[in-house]
């Protein structure tokens, strides 16, 4: 089993629905979480950090189950600059240096 | 601020040949990171460095070696390149500071695109 479980995709979806994605982990020591944006053939890069209180930027919401081991990004009113492929990372231990990343969720909005 | 560079941006070897990819960060940040992005594998850590002077194996270190130059760079070397080897490597950094307000965000480089032959 992998360390950390994405659904690789891709999601289609037009603009403006309401899109998920889960992410799995198998460490239920891990400590720290966060989903990265990867856009084609460019580096990843920070999206949000994943609380356990659950947040919230603007469109974006993440939240962490820690009973049942995943994180979840939920992305309202989608954009067509939203398409892209979501990373889902995980620190098993705060500031530890070995970070696991998924392999990513693909999502294409379209017009 | 540029923030993580990386040279070369693509580069095609034969089996065999050795090359040096290298990496610096200009914002001060203590840890460093080389991963190898394949396709449907997610990003592998190769090695990373936790401070200036010290350097250790991540999950994937065979075939390659590293050396923390300074407290900005970090370059990455491939003594005798495989087919194998052929991948996308990305360079990242980390503040880990101690105190108020770290920050565990890792400010990625633009790539390294690597083609074995």
């Known amino acids: 089993r992998k360390e950390v479980e994405q659904d690789p995709g891709p999601f289609n979806v037009p603009e403006g629905a309401t899109v998920a994605f889960n992410c799995t982990y198998s460490?239920?020591?891990?400590?720290?979480f966060f989903w990265y944006r990867q856009d084609c053939r460019k580096e990843p890069k920070l999206l949000m950090s994943?609380?356990?209180s659950g947040n919230e930027d603007g469109r974006f919401t993440a939240q962490l189950n820690r009973a049942s081991q995943y994180i979840s990004l939920l992305i309202r009113d989608s954009k067509l600059s939203d398409s892209a492929t979501y990373l889902c990372?995980?620190?098993?231990?705060?500031?530890?240096?070995?970070?696991?990343f998924g392999a990513g969720t693909r999502l294409f909005v379209k017009a | 601020n540029a923030g993580v560079t990386q040279t070369p941006k693509f580069q095609v070897l034969k089996t065999g040949q050795s090359m040096t990819l290298q990496c610096a960060q200009d914002m001060n940040h203590n840890s460093m990171y080389w991963y190898r992005q394949d396709p449907g594998m997610g990003l592998r850590l190769i090695y990373y460095?936790?401070?200036?002077?010290?350097?250790d194996k991540g999950e994937v270190p065979n075939g390659y070696n590293v050396s923390r130059l300074n407290k900005r760079e970090f370059s990455l070397r491939l003594e005798s390149a495989a087919p194998s080897q052929t991948s996308v490597y990305f360079c990242?950094?980390?503040?880990?500071?101690?105190?108020?307000?770290?920050?565990?965000?890792?400010?990625f480089g633009p790539g390294t695109r690597l083609t074995v032959t």
């Open positions: 460490n239920s020591a891990s400590q720290s």
């Open positions: 990372v995980v620190n098993p231990n705060t500031g530890g240096f070995k970070t696991i």
């Open positions: 990242a950094s980390r503040q880990d500071a101690q105190g108020v307000g770290i920050s565990y965000e890792q400010y």
């Open positions: 460095s936790a401070s200036e002077g010290t350097t």
């Open positions: 994943v609380y356990s």
